[in-house]
């Protein structure tokens, strides 16, 4: 066993378990801006009608987390109608919780996890499937969106016209994933404005926790969520729906990462706990070229992986203990020893997600009303960092050179940013898009 970790076990040990989850929902596709669609005569003459379930599931994530210290208000909205049914919208959370973006040609891909969290603070309450929409990149005007299939979407990728989405689904009594259908990989037809389960949980063996595609061979690598400290690494071929594990990697939720131009995949190994015998098994970063793992550096640091990013031709790892500090180290070479982690590095908060942007590398931090920093790859010095006054910001995506949207989690909102200095340039206000009831009255 490792000495160095022994300092670290009572904080990882909290650590490990708040961080370990998911969250999730969605509803039929808007047509234009409208809520859910138009009422058809069939639902008009009905005296009252409400459109969610009340499945309840766990959810322990760290944005679950985030989210639990904040009361989730209820509001309700009279919508006008020209005939004699009535509307009335009830948003059931202030947020629909954007998971991830992601953007091909003209149009920004974002996808939203759609739940309650309960008055506990600490359950989330899924009440529908999540929701695909699609922004006009350049100015944010909502196009479209598409209901999934299954529930707590995690990631979207757009490759070669295909639009994939990543999904969790809802935790089981044991605060695990099930290895069934109601969660996977699924694959969105936009024309026709459907999705359906491409690859399922029965087949990966649990929920998609993070992906991302190597457009050129169109395999996704998937980390897995089966349950806390158990998080598999698998390889998916997208066109014959095969799954092959990654041997040797035992919780894959530190990273996933595909670098077309390294033409390697990328994984964050956060390792695993007896608890009662305290031996860890090895939390490092790996590349992989699709036959074996490649150890970047070793493990005598003690900290997890929480993030790999390529930029600058150079590998960039978040390291965390998620309890007290969190760094950004970067991947050096040696004479002697090879490939070796840096002795500098960038300190950030715990909470913390970096990112590949234009080839420039961004740090989101999620620490109090979050922050959003460019990294100087050259000088290992922090080019900028803007306080971003919302929590949880979780994801960005580029819109050109010059701009580039931030996806929020505890807030309905997706900003445009400055590239150049982190300023605010304007603002999709999702809240139409939370988990709600839409009840009809004549």
């Not at 729906?241 to 033409?263: E, F, R």
């Not at 900290?303 to 965390?320: C, L, R």
Request: proline residues 3%.
């Amino acid at each position: 066993m490792n000495k160095k970790l022994l300092t670290l076990l009572a904080s990882m040990s909290l650590a490990f378990f708040m961080s370990a989850c998911g969250d999730d929902n969605s509803a039929e596709p808007l047509q234009g801006p409208r809520y859910d669609g138009p009422v058809d005569d069939e639902s008009s003459s009905s005296v009252k009608a409400k459109s969610s379930s009340s499945s309840k599931a766990k959810s322990s994530s760290s944005k679950a987390k985030s989210s639990s210290s904040e009361a989730v208000s209820s509001s309700s909205e009279e919508v006008p109608s020209s005939s004699s049914v009535k509307l009335k919208i009830t948003y059931l959370a202030e947020t629909p919780y954007a998971a991830d973006l992601d953007v091909s040609g003209d149009t920004l891909f974002a996808v939203f996890q759609r739940y309650e969290v309960a008055a506990d603070g600490f359950t989330s309450i899924f009440h529908d499937p999540g929701l695909l929409a699609m922004f006009k990149l350049s100015d944010g005007t909502l196009l479209d969106t598409i209901p999934l299939v299954t529930k707590n979407p995690m990631a979207v990728k757009v490759v070669k016209g295909n639009v994939y989405v990543g999904t969790q689904g809802e935790y089981n009594e044991a605060w695990g994933i099930d290895a069934d259908d109601e969660r996977g990989i699924e694959k969105v037809d936009l024309k026709n404005k459907k999705s359906e389960l491409w690859v399922g949980g029965s087949k990966l063996g649990g929920g998609v926790y993070m992906m991302d595609i190597n457009a050129d061979s169109n395999k996704a690598y998937v980390a897995v969520y089966k349950a806390y400290q158990d998080v598999p690494a698998v390889e998916v071929d997208l066109a014959s729906k095969s799954v092959k594990k990654i041997d040797g990697v035992v919780d894959a939720s530190g990273a996933i990462l595909y670098d077309s131009k390294m033409k390697l995949a990328y994984i964050g190994d956060r390792g695993s706990i007896d608890y009662t015998t305290f031996e860890m098994t090895p939390m490092v970063a790996y590349s992989y070229n699709g036959k074996a793992l490649t150890a970047l550096y070793d493990d005598e640091m003690g900290y997890q992986p929480a993030g790999i990013v390529v930029a600058g031709g150079e590998v960039f790892v978040y390291i965390s203990d998620f309890a007290n500090a969190g760094k950004l180290y970067w991947i050096e070479e040696d004479e002697e020893e090879g490939s070796v982690i840096s002795d500098d590095n960038i300190p950030f908060s715990t909470d913390t997600k970096i990112v590949g942007v234009n080839g420039g590398l961004y740090v989101l931090d999620r620490k109090g009303k979050g922050s959003i920093a460019k990294v100087n790859t050259t000088a290992k010095t922090v080019a900028w960092q803007e306080a971003l006054n919302a929590d949880n910001p979780y994801d960005i995506v580029a819109i050109d050179d010059n701009t580039a949207w931030v996806a929020m989690y505890n807030t309905a909102e997706i900003r445009k940013i400055s590239l150049s200095n982190g300023s605010t340039v304007s603002s999709i206000n999702t809240k139409e898009l939370s988990a709600k009831t839409v009840e009809v009255e004549e």
